[in-house]
């Protein structure tokens, strides 16, 4: 049984860890699951080849014996699921895990990925400076909200789950700008999830990729 994982041919950051293939390395470290490596070129994103494996021409793409996956969410919650050791055994326990992988994706990332949107590809129109700050009180708002729930806890359920990391991979997105160190608990948070060994191999492994 051979698993793939598609990524960039070459990460725009150079292997920063910012582009979602290091949260799928991520998770397949967690579970102790080999894999290779299929990269292709940005131009090659939306051609037949690449959209008959990602409809939409994005990356990440997971291949295992026959199956293929695209969204980092379903992914991660497959590898959780078969491989385990990301989900805890307790029903409601486990339940809460994914509640919290469905809250980074659809409640965390979206008001994160607005950022990026506003300073990259709308920052020439002339509203985008007037919409910076709506866009940056969202960010701030969830931030306090999630601080407030997390206190001294060490993870958003007791242990580490596929709910922390989704959660980190999340948030690790608003480093390069500040932001995070601006929310010092969710900041010491990302550091503890990026200490753990799986992250420190996912990221060797995707910084080596890239700068070969
Ligand atoms: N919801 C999907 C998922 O979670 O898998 C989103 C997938 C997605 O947005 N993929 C991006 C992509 O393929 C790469 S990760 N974009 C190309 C396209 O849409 O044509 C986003 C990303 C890319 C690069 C950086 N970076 O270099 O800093 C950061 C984030």
């Known amino acids: 049984m051979t698993i793939t994982i598609t990524c960039f041919e070459k990460s725009p950051d150079g292997g920063k860890g910012l582009a979602r293939d290091t949260r799928v390395r991520w998770a ?10 299929r990269g292709v070129p940005f131009p090659s994103l939306k051609e037949p080849a690449h959209l008959a494996r990602h409809p939409f021409g994005q990356i990440p793409v997971f291949e295992e014996d026959g199956l293929t996956l695209f969204e980092s ?3 991660i919650f497959h590898l959780a699921e078969r491989y385990g050791s990301l989900l805890p055994d307790d ?11 469905f809250a980074a994706l659809s409640s965390v990332e979206p008001p994160i990925l607005d950022l990026s949107n506003a300073r990259f590809a709308e920052g020439q129109q002339p509203w985008a400076e007037q919409r910076m700050p709506v866009v940056l009180e969202r960010i701030r708002q969830r931030l306090d909200q999630l601080a407030a729930h997390m206190g001294d806890s060490e993870w ?18 608003l480093k390069p700008s500040g932001i995070l160190a601006g929310h010092p608990t969710l900041a ?5 999830g990026h200490a753990r060994p799986a992250y420190q191999r996912a990221y060797a492994a995707q910084a080596a990729y890239n700068n070969p």
């Open 156 to 173: 958003l359920e007791g242990e580490f789950t596929v709910g922390d990391l989704m959660m980190i991979s999340v948030l690790q997105r």
């Open 28 to 37: 397949l470290e967690e579970v102790g699951q080999p894999y290779e490596v």
């Open 73 to 75: 969410g379903a992914i």
């Open 188 to 192: 010491a948070y990302v550091e503890r």
């Open 91 to 101: 029903p409601d326990a486990r339940m809460r895990a994914l509640m919290w992988m």
